[in-house]
């Protein structure tokens, strides 16, 4: 297909809108539609917030308003292919069909099972010219989590890191805080509030006794964009095969939901005791001990489409060797720790460069006096 400079142009506007919707539209995707006619762009919009209206329905009621001449003839670009079916919100290819558009240009197609190429075939049914696959690569990559979990079943997992320059995280007597600085903190609550889990491990929280929720007062300018009831609160897993979490820990004075993961051959904690934002999950567990990680990201791949791994070495370690790890962003701070200091990630020895995890870098960049990068760690 080639594709005109005018259709380039618009789909790269409606990809923008979508990605405006990156903190509020879980567990949906995030998208973006624009409707043109004679090259005028007449609405536009993006879907918001999961139950919502979706972004043709905002572009369309823009485009029919008084201000605007209406749809009729025109040509929407969609980020995403239109739905076929009645979710919380009606069909979008129906409304694109009554609004009798001419046109809909399509980025990529729904891998919803629900969907799958029914939006497109319904609109091609009703006599609408339907081109797909303009910026595919750049739409997919809006929606990394919903992509794998709609495919695999299973969530986008991002391994996040910080370490300083020998790669250390830690002094050997436990002290870090703070070897990133202010600005890099605010970066990982931004980074939490664009995932839908946060696991780690028990170790880490016994150690740091961390709340790992999202402060919306240390969100920096996403603040200001979004108000603090907008924005999601990751549900907390921990990993905690031998129940040794006790309630006085500061995960548990956050009212917001909490999962225990033990292994099933392990006593439950006592349940009573845990207020009702706290779940408990069993799963299998290894010889030594550890959680079943295919396990859990399946159970969380029922519900989650992106999952961030805050933890130490040895979680984070077992994530990469064992090929879940989708995504790592590491925070590198302007600091020497020394050889005795705690190492990034444990993983196996390896004896050939063959063997050794391959690494792409997506992007690199300054946050405060630190550097975060970005890395593709996909097998
Ligand atoms: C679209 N445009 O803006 C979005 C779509 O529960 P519902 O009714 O909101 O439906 C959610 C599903 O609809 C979601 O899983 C995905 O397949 C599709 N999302 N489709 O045409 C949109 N957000
Ligand atoms: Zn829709």
Redesign the pocket.
């Known amino acids: 297909m080639n594709w005109s400079v005018e259709d380039i142009e618009m789909m790269g506007h409606a990809i923008k809108l979508a990605r405006q919707g990156l903190y509020t539209?879980r567990?949906?995707?995030?998208?973006?539609?624009v409707v043109t006619k004679d090259g005028q762009i007449l609405g536009e919009g993006?879907?918001i917030k999961?139950?919502?209206?979706?972004?043709?329905?905002h572009a369309l009621a823009m485009a029919n308003s008084d201000l605007n001449l209406g749809a009729k003839g025109g040509t929407a670009y969609?980020t995403?292919?239109?739905?076929s079916?009645?979710?919380?919100?009606p069909?979008?290819?129906e409304a694109l069909i009554k609004n009798q558009l001419a046109r809909v240009v399509v980025a990529v197609e729904?891998p919803?099972p629900?969907?799958c190429g029914r939006?497109i075939a319904m609109l091609r049914d009703a006599g609408i010219q339907v081109d797909v696959g303009l910026l595919q690569d750049e739409a997919y990559k809006i929606n990394p989590g919903?992509m794998k979990r709609?495919e695999a079943g299973l969530p986008w997992v991002t391994v996040k890191l910080a370490s300083s320059l020998d790669g250390k995280t830690a002094l050997a007597n436990g002290a870090s805080k703070w070897i990133t600085g202010p600005e890099a903190r605010r970066d990982v609550q931004r980074l939490r509030a664009r995932h839908c889990a946060l696991v780690t491990g028990v170790e880490t929280i016994l150690a740091d006794n961390p709340s790992l929720n999202v402060r919306h007062s240390e969100l920096g300018s996403l603040a200001d964009k979004h108000s603090e009831s907008d924005l999601h609160q990751p549900l907390r897993v921990v990993l905690d095969s031998r129940a040794r979490v006790t309630s006085d820990l500061a995960l548990f004075a956050i009212e917001s939901p909490i999962l225990l993961v033990s292994c099933d051959d392990y006593p439950a904690i006592e349940q009573q005791s845990w207020p009702s934002h706290v779940k408990q999950l069993k799963l299998n567990c290894d010889e030594s001990g550890r959680v079943d990680l295919n396990e859990l990201f399946k159970y969380l791949g029922k519900q989650c489409n992106s999952v961030l791994i805050e933890a130490g070495a040895t979680l984070a370690g077992s994530v990469i060797a064992q090929g879940h790890g989708d995504e790592l962003v590491l925070y590198q701070a302007l600091k020497i720790l020394g050889s005795s200091g705690r190492n990034l990630i444990t993983l196996p020895e390896y004896t050939a460069m063959s063997q050794i995890p391959a690494i792409k870098l997506v992007d690199e960049r300054k946050v405060g006096a630190d550097t975060r990068l970005t890395l593709d760690i996909r097998s």
């Not at 079916?85 to 919100?89: F, K, L, P, S």
Request: glycine share 14%; aromatic share 8%; with cysteine.
């Open positions: 539209t567990p949906n995707p995030c998208v973006g539609c993006f879907h999961a139950g919502g209206p979706h972004a043709e329905v969609v995403l292919e239109p739905c079916h009645y979710g919380r919100t069909p979008c290819a729904d919803n629900q969907v939006g919903f709609m």
